[in-house]
Each structure stands twice: as C-alpha cells, then as structure tokens.
C-alpha cells in the first residue's frame, strides 16, 4: 500500500514534478561560479552548481538519515540566511607555496523543519574562483542532542557525462589500488579525492576538507550521481554530539587539468594554526634501508639479514653526512618484529631498540655528522597498543633529537584494531572511520608536544589537516614505489602520472622515489627512464624526500645523483606549466628562500614533445639550466630505461626549454641564477 | 611502510600471481554445471561455477569481516569435506505448480584457521541443474562465540560481459524503481534479485534464499565482479551467535530467460512447511477501494470521502458476492489516519475500528455471502508498537473470520522505527536489515497461530519463505499499479514484463492488476491496453489477487471483466512459453484441481507477433479457448488503449495460437475443455 500522501510526497520528489523555490545563491568573487539552493514542494533541499551559467552539479539531495531519530530529509523550510566574504592571504611554514590566498563568498542558511521535532541545521556554502566548499554546521538543540548518522545524504550529480579517474573503496588494500579511468558512469564504489573531466572539458574533483571526529566520505555512483556513503563504525558510522559540523565536502572546478593542481581549496577550508611555532621542523631529504628491506636484501626482523643494525645505520649516517641529506630511517629497529607481526602488532614495542641496534649510541653519531635519525612506529594496527605507549616513545626521541617518524598502519580495510579498556574486547576499525579520524588526531598533537613530525603510512586519507597541525608534514596512502620492488603489476607509466591530478591534490605523499636503479626485486623492470625518477621529486610534493635508491646504485649514477643531492623539498611557489590527466605533468617551483628554480615532468607511456616557456623567470636574471633529461631512444623497457643525458646551457625568462619526453619518461630541471 | 611479508601476502592476493589449489569441487545431477573451490598460496577461498566446461562465474572471493574478531579472510586450509545428493518431490498447499522437484548434489567443505584462532566454518554449495546454492555455516568454538559481522566478502565475478537488469539500493525508496537495464559495468549498487545476460547468451539471477536473522544481500559492483554489501544494522549489519548459518546465496542460470521463471531454486533452498496444516487459507481474488484511494476519490481519514465506511464496504461486499470475488479489502477502516499517519505511525490502532465502519456487522453480512473481509494493518513503520498490538488484532480478526491481512511499512528506507522498551528510545532500522528480517517471521508465526495469512507491503524483499511459512501467501515490494494512478513517471510498458525476469523470480506479488478503464488521476494515461490488464494475472504470479479497478469501471468493461472472474488463482504446473527479458513474456499456467489452462501474455512497446503452440494441451482432448486479445490498431496510447477483441475458438494441443501483441499490449486466453 502506499498512501495517498506517499504519492504526493514521491510525486513531488520526482525531477519531473518538481515544484522547486530557490531559497538562497552565492557567488565566487569572480562571478564565474553560482551554487543554488532549492527547496521543492515536499520541503526537500538540493544545491546545484553552475559555473558560467552552465550546470556543473545539477540538483544534489542533501540530508541525513540517523539511528537514534527520524530523518532530516522532507519539510525543511529556510529559516534565515547571512552572507559574508573574506579575502585574506596566510603564510605556510613550508609547502607547495609559501603565501595562499583566501577568497571567497560564504553563504549560511539556516533550516528548520516544518513540524515533528523543529530541528535546525545550517548549510554554509563557501565559494571560490576554484571551487566550492560545503559543510552541515548542526547546532546544540533539545531534540537532536546526539546524532548516531548511518548515512549522509549528500549527493553530487554531475550534470554531464563525465570521464573519471577513481580507486574503488572498501576493498581490502586500503589506498593502494592502480586508479581505473573510466566513464563516469562505470564508477563502482570510490575514494575520494575522485577526479573527473566532463565531456565539454570542465575539470572536477571531489573530496572532503577538515576531516576531523569523523567518517572519512566515499562515493556510491547512481546513474551520473555520486552519493555519499560514509566508511562504517559503531553503532553507526558517525556518532557526534551537538553542535558539530562535518567536514567540508568540497568541488574543486577548473577549465584544465593544472587548475586542479594548482588549487588551494583544500588547505583553505582548514583551521588555521594550532601549533605555533613549528620552527623545529625542516624540510628535508633522507636515506635509508627502506628500499633493500623490499628488494629483500635485508630485513625487518632480527637476524643475518637485518637491517636496522648499528653498523648498517652508521653507513648510512655517513652516507648521509657525505651527500647532505639531513635524515636517516631504519625501519625494524624496535622490539616487534620477530613474531608474525603482519598478525599481531601487540608485540611491538615502540620504546626498546633490538638488541644490535644501539639506539642512543647512533644518535649521538648522528648528531656530531649534522645528520638526524628518522623514527619509525609501524603499528600493525595495534592501535591502541601504540596509543598506549606512544606518549614514552615520543618522548624518547625527543631526547635524541629524532624529530621526524614515520608510522604505519598495515593490515587489510577494517582491521584496524581497538582495545578501549586494556584487556578489554578488541573492537576492528577501519582506516578511514570516525575512530582512527581522532586518532591520527592523537597522534600528530601528542607528537608536537614533543617536537617530533609524522609522516603516517597506510593513513587516514589527507583533508589538508597539515595547515592546522603542520607537523603532520606528509603521508602514504597510495600505491607507492614499493610495487615496483615485488607489485604484480608493478606501477605503471601512467600510474605516477595519474597520481598528480588525483591523490596529490588532497596533500603531500611519501612516494619515495629516486630508485635510479630501475630494477625491482628478481631483476623486475621498473617501467621508468632514469630522468622520471629525478622529476618524480617535483612532480610529487613531500617536504620530506626519500633518496630511495641504494647508496652502491647512487655511486653507479652519480649524474643523476647530482640532481637528488640538489633538489629543493620546500618552496615559495609552485606553476603547473603543462599537462592533462594520466597524460602527463610539467611543474615548476622556486626554492623557498632561494632564486632557484626547478622543474619536474612526468610522462605516460607515449614519447611527446612539450616546448616550455621560461616566463617565469625573473626578468633581466641568466640562469644555468642543469638539464637532466631522457637521452635519445630512451623508452620505460629494457636497456632503454637507462638512455639519459645531463647537460646545461644558459636561459632567460625569454627562451622557450623544447623538452623531449620519452615513453615512461620525464625530466629534471635545476634554473640557477648566473650571478653578474 | 608496506612489509616484506605484506609484499608476499599482495602478490600472492593478484590473480596473475595466484598459485591457487583447486580443494573441492561438485558437479549437478546433469553434469552441466561445475563448482570448484580454491585455496591459494595465501590461504584465501574461492569458488568459481563452470557451465558446459566454460566458467560462468570466475574466482571469487568468500569470508568476513567481523567487529570483535580478525577477519576470517587468508590462511585457511581444507580440514575436510563431504559429498551428498538428494532427488525428492514435494508439494505445494498453493503456488504456480503443486509439485516442486528438489534435485541437487551437495558439497560441504569445512575450513580452518592454519594459525590465530584456528576458527572454523563450514562452505555448504547446492549444485542443481538450473543453479548453485551456498552458504556459509559457522559451528559452535570457543574463539567465535559471537559473529559481529561488518561485511561478508562473497563475491561473484560474473566471466563474461553482461547486460544487468537491476534497481539501485540503500536509495530512500525501498523497492520501488523502474528497472534499470544497462552493461554490467554500468551497474551501481543493486538489489537483489539482479537479473544478467552474458554476451554469450547465458542467463543469470543472483539473489538469496531462506534470509532468516541476518541482513539483506545487496551487491556493490567492482569492474565486472559484484560484490556482498549488507545492510545496515547495529553495531553491524549482522549479529549472530555460533552456531549459524547465513542465507544461501543463489546463482539461477539458465540458456533463456524463460528458464529462469521457470526454476524452484530459490523455493528448494527454504525449509518445508513448519506451520503443518494451512487448509484454513484459500487462494482468492479480491476487490475494494485500493484504487479509488489511489485515485484520491476517497480516503483513508475519516470524513466525508472516507472509503472506509460500512455503507462503501458493504457495496464492496455484494460487489464480491455477485462476481464471484472471496475477499474485500478495505484500507483506512482503523483509528491513526486521521493525523498525520505519515510521520507518526504510532497513532494506529489495529484493534479499533473508526465510528463510521461496523466491523463485526459487516464481517457478519459477508459472512451471510460467501465473503471474507480482507485486514489491513499499516504500520507506518512503527514497527514495534505493531508488534505489541498484532496478536490482539490477529485473534480479533480470527473471529470474525478474517483469514488475511495486507501489512504495509510505508516509510523511507532506513526509518523503520523499532523501540526495544516501551518509552524507551526509538531506533531506526532498513526495511531489510536483520531486525526487520525477524520481525516479519515474528509477524506471520504470530499471524499463522490464528489462521491469518500475510501479504505483506514495503516489505522485505522475498527470499522464498513461503515454503516455510505457507501463510506468507504474497507481498509487493515492486513499484506497482498504484504508480499509474499518480506516478511520474508512471510504469512503462517494459515496467511489468520486466517484472517477471527480475523481481517475480523472488516470489508472487499484489501487483493490484485489472485496471481495465487505463486510466489514472487527473485522466493520466495507463500505458497499457486493456487486454495487457487481463495477462497480468497470470504473468504476475499471486496466490491472492486483486481485482483493482472500481466497480462502476467493470460494469463498462463486462467482456474483459469476464476475464477477470474466471482466471483463476492457483495452479497445478506453469510453463514459460515464450519471452525475453524486458521484451515480452507468454506464461501458461494450468488450474489447480480443474483441467483448464490459462495463457497470459505482456509486451514492450514494439508490437510483435508470437506463434503459440499448444503442445501443452493433453491428447485426444479439445478445448474451447477463450480469447482476449489487443484488437486491430491497438496501442499503449489514447483510445487505442482500448482497441480490444473477445473471440472463442476451438482448439487441440495440435494447433497453433498466432498472437499478435500491441505495443504496451498483451492477451488472455482461457482453454477449457469441451465435454464429450
């Protein structure tokens, strides 16, 4: 049976039937972007996006659906609304640019349902010349004093046929898939950020800002729409008291692949600041075992082949010292790693160094080298069992002048295991639920506390939270260099490539790259040219840079070296100069603090040529362009991988760099200014 | 960080890598269809169905994901298995065939833990000739007490390219879709049943039987492998204690569409009959003010257009009696509707009737006629405050000889109201969600105790308990006749004969047919001929059916209303003569305890011509056929809805019926023997 009503209510819920009354507008400050909101007969509220008067994102149902009461959903009506605008520009301690302007037009409207419980919830709106940002901002009332979400209703219908780039979500790998390019509407279940390309060339991607005290958001696709479905917790994904507001569910738009690239949406729907000052963290780049633990070379466990050994480390603090790279990681170094800890990370611990490595020993060599040790905290998804003990294990480190860590959060999606009570249940999480959002939170405040900076594997995903905790400097969270050592497939051509226009644009990645060798484990090629691995450390932003390789393949590539041993990580600007989506990458940036410029390509499978334009150069300067590039015949297979040449010339902001990109390509550019 | 060891377990996970084991296998009784299970180098499970030696479904994977324990994913080796086969008939109180063969192979597999827990479960696949039964069946232990289940990890990776014929799920709208029919890589998040056809012809419906305290199976499609995704519940979609047994996931295939009408796979996957004797209900048709109310000529309030008043319903009654009809349903008699019932179902009383309806008076007149008052209990969703009031609203009905209730739980999905406590906090929950799927057994266990039969609105969508609970005798859950009343749009032409590949492989429906005067509120158009109207009684199998359209319409209508007074309701065997999905679909059916045959037939908008065979008639008999059909220039629009012939002829199984079918059109023929 359905009512009469019903049919009322599903009439008018119809597109067809829709008798909908705009309710409030915005605009961005260049009047190219306008987000409606709509209430429709039945009291249902929808935004659409249009972008010079065309729809970008038609009609888009808002709303919740909780456990613990009725949906917010139908009879909403428009209580009150209030503009405002702001225009300000802040200063990152280091990044992708030093200085981000702010600027945009916000939108609150306030809602209030017509009858049953007169709950309230204002939506704000932000938007910008690149984009939209838009949260539920739910206040404190008598009858909606906790809100147990099993869903939120958010919906992004895109308003034409679309070609994505995404990677399916709620698989058992967590981030670390090959992106699927697709139409849109072959999308399954996807992560975010997902990027997409309409059919008429507009660039979107879609993601979250400011995830914090909240389920991470993926996107279930009906028809063209993308709806939200929040990653699972206990009783229900989300659970908040009032007031709160939910993350930023953001729309970066832009009439080319670079905008995307270039835009700061992300970080400007984040906090400010609230750490002070973080002077204690560089930028900096670092070697160490990483990669021969994956050639299978050494190993995380004590024994023959153990990595993280005392003499080993102080072979790479001087390898370090002699190249100026200020870090140094050795991972397996803590009690832990002998069992099955894939199995159970309760074993480790992260205060006792094993018995070959001597720890303080090590960083006092360190230090008279100007050389710093990198900690290492893989928990094995002993969440808790690490939260325990990491207060005492920062402060070790502290102690030592360790002031960066990398931790790890290895076991399949949903497994993330937590013990409230010690020797209580162990409850399963998973990596992008409301739970491990306060977690990671925990994590990178108790760090601060001590001075140390996190670099976390196997994350939460990024929602620019390094602008309100800077010194969570970078992530993983995405299939990394590592698949080149054992992954079948290993990445491809395009997978680098792909991972500019998607994955970077939600923050910086540990990529570690610069394996110069191009050799996997068992002699797998890796499908790069040596110039690639150089570009990957532009193309790719961290403000900490693995030399990845090992120091005996260094010493067989000491051209290429140069450029790793000479390469920025931290920077006053960042220029998309040429581009397309898994296509190809072309980025300069300008040393922070410094005249220099470098420029990093990265190319899929097929050779092109891209002839780049210096404007960018200061007028009147010369510069030294070190060029490290494909040499002829240069190709992702076989001996070609090695054809590579370096070679420098002088330029001016004048000259046009005709850059040849191999197949599996890329290119390096160092621009020093010629002094007199 | 990813570890050595995580390397192993990856590569080992892709398929170019697996080094998998076949451990089992079963074959079915024709020897056509192949089961084979996997263990590979890691430990994972997977099975794969082979047809005619060509796989039908590729490796794909099994396992949990549970809350309070490690997942049950890798490290699994065979402890043993067993083999069984089973050929036996059973019977049907009721349904489109009395016999019911049940022939299978069966295979149980039981798996352990190598290591951790060592837990234990039980693989359980059903191999018939038309399909594959499984089903997971988890033992008693210590290490597994209890089974928070976040997800189970079935998976079917359907080999070939498809076209899918599915509706979306977790939208707000229940079940009630148009169905979508697209490639298979166009498929979102789907309901089940799913209907597919692989671009070698093969049929497939993937769906579920026997789901009793667990969460519905919905299906998330990742490139062309569908994978489990429950719904909702809390603190997870499933909570059980061991031992149990999860529904049996279903593949029915077939080398037609009609093949998979014709299957009882679903059916033999249920237990047998536990309510013993169900004599009391009798298959029947049934009038009343359904589509009045639809058309919003009457109501469910009381006032002056209340449809529910003793004079109405007794017009109803002699209406049946003179026709021939057994039941009346009339909708809106109790107290609740006045308010709105809508947003606050826990105003119904189900024991009270308005002052306008004399219910023991009028119960007591069609009693005096050979009627049976049909019940009606809304719920509203309130759900909990239903169940404290069913069994007194059951044994009212019981005495006043009311053997049948239509229940409805009109609400958005996820808003199913259950209140553990009385006053105590109201929870929400989905229509298919484990807690619903034991208050519907609550319902007719509750219901069967006093001789009442369901037929159940909203509901859980039908996973072929029937067999089990005979009084269950029908449901909706389909978007039905009533969206020609005020739908927008309303059903398509493909809508119904869609219906029968997809949602009736299921289970019966109400679809509430009949509507001979075509015609919707405000003079909307039903897109359909009236001859398309009669077939639908029988291509939509129910045990219970209505006759929709008002009285006053079949007075002007009295040929096709002949029609509609002789089909009859339950049936000896049925046979899909003809059809393909969402094309057109000729079904015969022969009537229980009599040797009259009934042809239904539905059709697209493309009209077509279909030779018949009446092969099926018995020998050396001759029958009369009676004949409605779509006359001369009938179509699904304006007056050529009605274009409409009655003829007679005489037949014998050696001829040949050329029907011709409209577009949106259809046919109804009775073959009754002659005498002598």
Redesign the interface.
């Given at each position: 049976?359905?009512?009469?009503?019903?049919?009322?209510?599903?009439?008018l819920?119809?597109p067809?039937?829709v008798h909908a009354e705009q309710v409030a507008q915005a605009t961005s400050p260049d009047g190219r972007i306008v987000v409606q909101l709509d209430l429709n007969g039945e009291g249902r509220l929808a935004y659409r996006v249009l972008r010079d008067g065309k729809p970008v994102v038609a009609d888009s149902r808002l709303g919740f659906?909780?456990?613990?009461?009725?949906?917010i959903?139908r009879g909403l009506q428009l209580d009150k609304q209030a503009a405002r605008s702001a225009d300000s520009t802040w200063e990152q301690p280091w990044g992708e640019r030093r200085y981000v302007r702010d600027h945009y037009n916000e939108l609150r409207a306030s809602f209030v349902e017509k009858?049953?419980d007169r709950r309230r919830f204002d939506m704000v709106f932000r938007v910008f010349d690149d984009g939209v940002g838009f949260r539920y901002d739910i206040p404190a009332q008598p009858k909606l004093q906790e809100a147990q979400i099993?869903?939120e209703l958010t919906e992004f219908a895109i308003a034409r046929p679309a070609t994505a780039w995404w990677i399916?979500a709620?698989?058992?790998?967590r981030e670390?898939y090959l992106y699927q390019r697709?139409p849109l509407?072959?999308v399954?279940?996807a992560q975010t950020p997902i990027t997409l390309r309409t059919d008429d060339g507009v660039h979107l991607s879609i993601h979250e800002a400011a995830l914090v005290d909240y389920a991470g958001m993926n996107l279930?696709?009906?028809?063209r729409t993308l709806r939200a479905?929040l990653t699972?917790g206990?009783?229900?994904p989300v659970v908040r008291k009032t007031p709160f507001a939910t993350p930023w569910r953001t729309i970066t738009i832009s009439d080319n692949a670079g905008g995307l690239v270039e835009s700061n949406l992300i970080l400007n729907l984040n906090e400010p600041n609230k750490l002070g000052d973080v002077g204690w963290f560089k930028p900096a780049k670092y070697v160490g075992v990483?990669w021969s633990?994956?050639l299978?070379k050494q190993?995380?466990a004590t024994g023959p082949k153990h990595g993280a050994t005392t003499a080993n480390t102080r072979r790479y603090i001087d390898f370090a010292a002699e190249n100026g790279f200020r870090g140094v990681l050795v991972?397996g170094w803590n009690v832990g790693w002998d069992g099955?800890?894939?199995?159970n990370g309760w074993d480790f611990d992260f205060r006792k160094p094993t018995p070959d490595y001597d720890l303080r020993g090590l960083a006092a060599y360190a230090k008279t080298k100007g050389v710093h040790l990198i900690g290492?905290h893989?928990t094995g998804c002993a969440v808790s069992h690490y939260e325990r003990q990491m207060d005492e294990a920062f402060a070790l480190f502290d102690t030592l002048g360790i002031d960066a860590v990398?931790t790890?959060y290895?076991c399949?999606?949903?497994?993330i295991e937590r013990q409230d009570v010690v020797n209580g249940?162990?409850?399963?999480e998973w990596h992008e639920g409301q739970w491990m959002s306060n977690h990671h939170l925990r994590v990178v405040q108790d760090a601060a506390k001590h001075h140390v900076a996190i670099n976390s594997?196997?994350p939460i995903k990024d929602t620019g939270l390094r602008r309100t905790y800077p010194n969570w400097v970078s992530r993983?969270g995405a299939r990394?260099q590592?698949f080149n050592?054992?992954?079948?497939?290993p990445n491809s051509p395009e997978h680098e490539v792909t991972l500019v226009y998607t994955r970077m644009l939600a923050g910086p990645m540990d990529y570690t790259p610069g394996v110069v060798s191009l050799t996997g484990?068992n002699g797998q090629e890796i499908g790069s040219t040596v110039a690639r691995q150089l570009g990957l450390y532009i193309a790719l932003y961290s403000p900490i840079q693995m030399a990845a390789d090992l120091p005996e393949h260094y010493a067989q590539h000491a051209d290429a070296f140069q450029f790793i041993k000479d390469v920025a990580v931290d920077w006053d600007e960042s220029r998309m100069l040429a581009g397309e989506v898994g296509e190809y990458a072309v980025i300069a940036r300008k040393q922070r603090g410094a005249d220099a410029w470098f420029i990093g390509a990265v190319n899929d499978r097929n050779p092109r040529n891209v002839p780049l334009a210096l404007d960018f150069l200061d007028p009147g300067k010369r510069y030294r362009a070190e060029i490290y590039r494909d040499g002829e015949g240069a190709d992702w297979h076989g001996d070609a991988r090695f054809r590579f040449v370096r070679e420098s010339r002088e330029v001016t902001r004048g000259d046009t760099l005709a850059l040849w990109l191999a197949g599996g390509g890329g290119a390096a550019v160092r621009l020093v200014p010629i002094e007199g």
């Open positions: 049976m359905k009512g009469l009503r019903w049919g009322i209510l599903l009439a819920a119809l067809g039937f659906i909780f456990r613990n009461g009725r949906q959903l009858d049953h099993v869903q399916p709620f698989e058992w790998n670390e697709t509407v072959e399954g279940v279930m696709r009906d028809g479905i699972p206990s009783p229900t990483w633990l994956h299978d190993t995380w991972e099955d800890w894939f199995a290492h893989e990398k790890g290895v399949d999606a949903g497994q249940p162990v409850l399963r594997h196997e993983e990394g590592e050592a054992w992954g079948d497939p484990k």
